[in-house]
């Protein structure tokens, strides 16, 4: 029997199978982060089979480098547990002014070094998060919105994604309360909606007839226009 058929038709099933159990009664579950899920379990279960992180990588058809990324971006915070140590980062910078590099080691001592490190590079690179000075006086400040809107990556994707980050932290949210958290003007803020629900990232439901969005995870793919 071929095991690569084998594996594609229970993969189709399942699939089929979510696909019915997200659209049941008419409902639009939320699905952005099933995927990441997957990998994250499919991970932890070839480990348990005894592979090395190199063969697992292969079978991905990942480079070892890009594997690693991916696993420490998913894996789950050591810190705040239920939450992804990438978004756990992002949200310990916008809660202040501005942070030293050695105060976000110190609040994420109980994770891998390693991973802190590479998060805070991720959201530096993705311009979500401003890095100035050097050495033990490097600092870290989450940028606003106004200032991510006026850099020359793409700018729709860049409110998308902010807007994104909101719901995650705040949802299940109303439009009219996301404008507080996410102060941008009202059709730009209305069109990231549009686009997030659209592509599956949020989720769009009612609650005592206001419309209110939701998601499971933010994860913004490193190397992506605009993160």
Same mark, same amino acid.
């Given at each position: 029997?071929?095991?690569? @058929?084998?594996?594609?038709? !229970?993969?189709? *099933?399942?699939?089929?199978? !979510?696909? *019915?159990?997200?659209?049941?009664?008419? =409902?639009?579950?939320?699905?952005?982060?099933?995927?990441? &899920?997957? %990998?994250?379990?499919? +991970?932890?279960?070839?480990?348990? &089979?005894?592979?090395?992180?190199?063969?697992?990588?292969?079978?991905?058809?990942?480079?070892?480098?890009? /594997?690693?990324?991916?696993?420490?971006?998913?894996?789950?915070?050591?810190? %705040?547990?239920?939450?992804?140590?990438?978004?756990? +980062?992002?949200? %310990?910078? *916008?809660?202040?002014?501005?942070?030293?590099?050695?105060?976000?080691?110190?609040?994420?001592?109980?994770?891998?070094?390693?991973? +802190?490190?590479?998060?805070?590079?991720?959201? @530096?690179?993705?311009?979500?998060? %401003?890095?100035?000075?050097?050495?033990?006086?490097?600092? /870290?400040?989450?940028?606003? #919105?106004? $200032? /991510? *809107?006026?850099?020359?990556?793409?700018?729709?994707?860049? @409110?998308?994604?902010?807007?994104?980050?909101?719901?995650?932290?705040?949802?299940? !949210?109303?439009?009219?309360?996301?404008?507080? @958290?996410? #102060?941008?003007?009202?059709?730009?803020?209305? =069109?990231?909606? $549009?686009?997030?629900?659209?592509?599956?990232?949020?989720?769009?439901?009612?609650?005592?007839?206001?419309?209110? /969005?939701?998601?499971? &995870?933010?994860? !913004? #793919?490193?190397?992506?226009?605009? =993160?």
């Amino acid at each position: 029997m071929d095991i690569a @058929v084998l594996i594609d038709a !229970i993969v189709r *099933q399942t699939t089929v199978l !979510i696909a *019915q159990l997200a659209t049941s009664a008419g =409902g639009r579950a939320p699905l952005a982060h099933t995927a990441n &899920q997957v %990998f994250v379990d499919l +991970v932890r279960e070839l480990k348990e &089979q005894g592979l090395g992180n190199k063969v697992i990588a292969d079978m991905f058809g990942m480079a070892l480098r890009t /594997y690693h990324w991916k696993v420490r971006r998913l894996g789950e915070s050591s810190t %705040f547990r239920g939450r992804s140590l990438w978004a756990s +980062v992002l949200e %310990f910078l *916008q809660d202040r002014e501005s942070v030293l590099h050695g105060e976000v080691l110190h609040r994420f001592r109980y994770d891998d070094e390693g991973s +802190v490190r590479s998060v805070l590079n991720d959201l @530096v690179d993705s311009g979500m998060v %401003f890095r100035t000075g050097t050495g033990a006086r490097r600092t /870290y400040r989450a940028a606003k #919105p106004e $200032e /991510y *809107q006026g850099t020359e990556r793409d700018a729709g994707e860049g @409110v998308a994604n902010f807007v994104w980050v909101a719901v995650s932290r705040f949802g299940p !949210i109303t439009e009219k309360a996301l404008a507080d @958290v996410a #102060p941008l003007d009202a059709t730009l803020l209305s =069109g990231a909606l $549009e686009r997030l629900v659209k592509d599956g990232r949020i989720a769009r439901s009612e609650r005592d007839g206001v419309a209110v /969005y939701s998601c499971d &995870q933010c994860v !913004i #793919p490193l190397g992506s226009a605009a =993160g």
